[in-house]
């Protein structure tokens, strides 16, 4: 019997289960590849868990590599070892490759590759437009028949308003979920870091909120008059959360994703023109972090995603203007998350949601629990464990972080999918 069809049983374990409400010592029994009902130990392997945390394998709804077209960023197989690492059992591949995956076979292909490549679940986004260039709808009935998980444009929105009503109306027709980056793309134009005093110090041509209140408000009304299931992806300034709360209670079907970098960095970790900083969208005002940070307590935005968008040295060694933006970011989600609960920001059962039950119900998927009959998606995790990261250790093809040199706390002992072990920290 091999150790991939071989029961287990972990015990001693602090089981934390959003999706149940769970936070407790207790036993966890996988058999079959499955969270099973308890039963007797038999010829199960045992893992004791001496405390741990025991929790459902993350799920990341925004992750970019390279592969095709750009294998020196990132490939599938790098990727899914840097998620591994980092507790991530499930991630969603951004269409932004070369080609743009905005038909069925390339769906099909990178559905394929992640198979092949890699032990994690490799769920494709397919491209709402052609090419991502905002002009004409892709075949979005078809990408979802060969797997698309959602629909996005990708770092920009769909500048052309009557093509994104046809988007949310023609996906509205099968339920599927349409990704929006709410940026106005005039006001973005030149912009590198969010528009404010800093900005005005260090010299720097600034992105004001504004610029994503307005593509918001856009994109809320048009699922409003399509009946569409809209996402608000990565968000990061207050007055959004604003509109997203009118809506709600409007009855729109509208959610947000937020990334771990807005939760717990703010503008002035930019500092002295810090490249690795240097994000889209930009790190805005510490009002505007605080803010975030009670939207996911409150359950208002129902992701947290790494935004994981690998850049080599090249592009980041750079003056701030011309560097890209973009950090490495897979294997950083969960300590980086862990921060909010270490300094009391957050429960950790309401911390831990918008990276697994919360994603997992958009995305309609089964994983994100660790209820009887789930499939044996698992992690388990010093919550406690202290390090100084260093982005020079990362299993990330591109290792640049904002993180370097920060102080965290939380360490993966280990993943397993559909109950085979695919990572230790041993």
């Given at each position: ?46 893992v ?35 998620a ?8 969603v ?35 709402c437009?052609?090419?991502?260039k905002?002009?004409?709808m ?8 060969a ?17 994104m ?36 110090r260090l ?10 209140t ?30 997203l709360e009118?809506?709600r ?20 970790d930019?500092?002295d ?29 129902e ?13 980041k ?15 950083t ?11 009391g ?9 918008p990276?697994t039950?919360?994603?997992?119900q958009?995305?309609?998927l089964?994983t ?32 640049n ?26």
């Amino acid at each position: 019997m091999t150790q991939a069809s071989r029961p287990t049983l972990f015990v001693n374990a602090r089981i934390v289960d959003p999706a149940s409400g769970r936070d407790e010592p207790g036993e966890l029994f996988v058999a079959g590849g499955r969270i099973a009902p308890p039963g007797p130990a038999g010829d199960a392997l045992v893992v004791d868990c001496e405390g741990q945390a025991l929790l459902p394998g993350l799920i990341d709804m925004r992750v970019s590599t390279g592969e095709p077209g750009s294998e020196h960023r990132e490939t599938i197989r790098s990727a899914g070892n840097a998620a591994m690492r980092g507790g991530i059992t499930s991630i969603v591949l951004q269409p932004d490759t070369s080609p743009v995956i905005d038909d069925a076979a390339l769906v099909t292909y990178v559905r394929q590759r992640g198979l092949d490549q890699t032990r994690v679940r490799v769920l494709p986004a397919g491209a709402c437009t052609r090419g991502l260039k905002g002009r004409e709808m892709a075949e979005l009935g078809l990408m979802d028949e060969a797997g698309a998980i959602l629909f996005t444009n990708g770092a920009a929105p769909v500048r052309d308003t009557r093509v994104m009503q046809r988007i949310l109306s023609y996906a509205s027709a099968f339920g599927a979920l349409v990704a929006s980056r709410p940026e106005d793309p005039a006001l973005a134009e030149g912009a590198v870091m969010h528009a404010g005093e800093l900005a005005s110090r260090l010299g720097l041509a600034g992105l004001p909120a504004a610029a994503e209140t307005i593509i918001a408000e856009r994109d809320i009304e048009l699922a409003a008059l399509t009946g569409g299931r809209l996402l608000l992806d990565m968000v990061s300034a207050e007055p959004t959360l604003e509109r997203l709360e009118r809506a709600r209670a409007r009855g729109i079907e509208v959610s947000a994703s937020v990334s771990v970098h807005h939760l717990t960095l703010n503008e002035t970790d930019v500092g002295d023109y810090r490249t690795f900083a240097k994000l889209s969208p930009p790190l805005r005002r510490e009002q505007d972090r605080l803010a975030l940070v009670d939207a996911v307590r409150s359950g208002l935005i129902e992701a947290v995603v790494s935004g994981h968008d690998p850049r080599p040295a090249e592009e980041k060694r750079l003056p701030f203007d011309e560097a890209a933006f973009g950090a490495s970011a897979l294997e950083t989600l969960l300590p980086a998350l862990l921060n909010l609960y270490h300094n009391g920001s957050v429960e950790l059962i309401d911390l831990i949601r918008p990276v697994t039950s919360g994603p997992a119900q958009l995305l309609g998927l089964e994983t994100g629990t660790l209820a009887q009959g789930a499939p044996a998606d698992v992690i388990l995790v010093d919550l406690g464990w202290p390090f100084r990261f260093d982005a020079a250790t990362m299993v990330s093809k591109s290792r640049n972080s904002p993180y370097d040199g920060h102080r965290l706390q939380g360490r993966v002992l280990g993943t397993w999918v559909g109950g085979e072990r695919v990572y230790s920290a041993d």
